[in-house]
């Protein structure tokens, strides 16, 4: 199938091939590890990350030691996990995305932190910019910019033209997802849509949430990135399914859950590509000066049997252009 790739403007840090050979210095590393997400909600992004360190030549055990943290879901939590991370003093700490960063942020100023998924990180306050982030701070964005988003609404209606009222469901409490928010609107309004926004604050809104966007009769739903939907995919694929409310989901894994579609980069792509980041900072290079990369390729996924129990037909002229279409 057609593969669509988008490039975007990128430092020269991650052409190089991977190396495979770690420091033979004898010394063990110590590297920080914390998700908003709970162990099981964050299995296959961890072990993405743990075959890059291992693809370089880091194992555990032997020259590293990985200290895991994870909030089970409770964004809360993440200050106190930072900040106990903070104090073992490790070499490199790996993030989830926003609210994670803005956590670990807040316990050091000083010990060289990698992003895996930050969303817009410049206009969160997070560098100073993509070429040279400066501070202690480096790593990999989830996409291009806020208006990314946009792409999600424009496949809405791509999938469903009939589609008139349609709502974005969003974590009030993240850093940029305003700004999301209202690139979504914008995208909206553009195509003749009226939005509905749907903010929540934890998972014990999504029920509420979800019914109702049933009640008010809502054609159709994009559901913006960020750890707590992430966490909650299950339950937020679910939910779109009971009340018939076909949606765009920015990660695969929502698709892979019985969500109808999904556009924008792999999730665990970008845990993989941390692992460069930690190689070359334990190799001495400064994070504040190793560009953010942005991904060069997003993938359409499809699924179909969503689309069947949805009673919605998917135009040929979209199905054409997925990386993948779940039957």
Request: charged letters at 20%; zero cysteines.
């Amino acid at each position: 199938m057609k593969r669509r790739q988008f490039l975007i403007a990128t430092g020269a840090l991650l052409a190089a091939p991977f190396s495979a050979n770690a420091q033979t210095s004898g010394k063990v590393y110590r590297i920080g590890y914390i998700q908003t997400a709970a162990p099981s909600e964050a299995a296959h992004v961890t072990k993405a990350f743990e075959e890059g360190l291992r693809e370089l030549g880091y194992v555990e055990g032997k020259n590293i030691v990985i200290e895991r943290r994870f909030a089970g879901g409770k964004v809360e939590r993440l200050p106190e996990l930072a900040a106990e991370l903070v104090r073992l003093k490790p070499d490199v700490i790996v993030t989830g995305s926003n609210p994670v960063i803005a956590a670990v942020m807040q316990a050091t100023s000083t010990i060289p932190l990698v992003m895996t998924g930050s969303r817009d990180p410049v206009g969160s306050g997070f560098i100073a910019s993509l070429a040279r982030p400066g501070g202690n701070i480096t790593g990999v964005a989830t996409d291009p910019s806020p208006e990314f988003f946009g792409k999600h609404v424009e496949l809405l209606k791509e999938l469903i033209p009939k589609a008139t009222r349609i709502a974005v469901l969003w974590n009030l409490g993240e850093p940029a997802a305003e700004s999301y928010r209202k690139a979504a609107e914008s995208a909206a309004s553009k195509l003749g849509l009226s939005m509905q926004s749907v903010p929540i604050r934890g998972r014990d809104e999504l029920d509420g949430a979800f019914a109702r966007m049933a009640r008010e009769r809502i054609d159709a739903i994009v559901v913006q990135g960020g750890p707590l939907l992430f966490t909650a995919r299950a339950q937020v694929v679910q939910l779109a399914l009971k009340h018939r409310l076909p949606g765009v989901y920015y990660a695969r894994e929502y698709v892979e859950l019985g969500g109808l579609a999904s556009y924008g980069s792999s999730v665990a792509d970008n845990f993989r590509r941390a692992s460069v980041y930690v190689d070359k900072i334990l190799k001495g290079a400064k994070p504040g000066e190793l560009p953010v990369e942005q991904p060069t390729r997003f993938e359409m996924v499809i699924n179909l049997k969503a689309a069947k129990f949805l009673g919605i037909t998917i135009p040929q002229s979209v199905l054409v252009q997925a990386d993948e279409v779940i039957e």
